[in-house]
């Protein structure tokens, strides 16, 4: 984040400069000299605010130093077929989505750096990316309804989106790949989520959650 920081810093000022340097020739009357300032300050702007968006987008993921707890969530049935799950974050107001079917699914967004970035001390970063309800019959899967939401803001530029279609622009990025965990649901049932820097890991943290993990597929 410094890093793209400092970069829209120093792009701010050479967008200040070919101001400076524009009016300078609209005052001794060059209109083509003139223009070609303002075409540098257009392009040098445009690049320090994408900066300012990437640092921030950057600051709004997560830091991931081996393994780590990211969620616990907790279900509460509603009515047969439907739950109620509650999205506990540290740091956040919790959440809670009706879900559909026997099954609960985590995805996250995961983003590994290699120099030079990793010289900077850049920590790979992480995103809960959504929360879904899902069937374990397959039959079912595919004709019954489907229940699935976000659990980010989508930011005006995003890194992960950056890295996936110009990773010229972000060549210290190594590798970004979603990863996702499922398991049963059931009321009452409370499960830990953990990130290491490969996957998602979900552990019964109750009687109920464990019951219907040893149930599962049964």
């Known amino acids: 984040m410094n890093l793209l920081l400092t970069a829209s810093t120093v792009f701010t000022l050479i967008a200040l400069f070919f101001v400076f340097s524009m009016m300078r020739h609209l005052r001794r009357r060059r209109p083509l000299r003139a223009t070609g300032s303002l075409a540098g300050g257009v392009a040098s702007a445009s690049v320090g605010g ?24 907790e279900f509460r049935q509603s009515m047969p077929g439907e739950y109620v799950a509650r999205i506990m974050v540290d740091g956040r107001t919790d959440r809670s989505f009706a879900l559909r079917g026997d099954e609960w699914q985590m995805d996250a967004r995961v983003i590994n750096w290699k120099p030079p970035a990793t010289l900077l001390g850049l920590d790979p970063i992480y995103q809960l990316d959504r929360i879904s309800g899902r069937y374990s019959d397959v039959d079912d899967e595919m004709l019954e309804p489907r229940t699935v939401y976000s659990l980010s803001d989508a930011p005006p530029l995003d890194v992960w989106q950056v890295a996936r279609k110009f990773p010229v622009l972000m060549p210290g990025v190594d590798a970004y790949y979603g990863t996702a965990t499922y398991l049963p649901m059931a009321h009452g049932a409370r499960f830990e989520i953990s990130l290491t820097r490969t996957a998602l890991v979900a552990r019964p943290l109750n009687d109920e959650a464990r019951t219907a993990v040893g149930q599962w597929g049964q």
């Open 50 to 73: 994408a900066s300012i968006l990437l640092a921030f987008s950057y600051y709004g993921y997560g830091r991931l130093v081996d393994e780590q707890i990211v969620s616990q969530i």
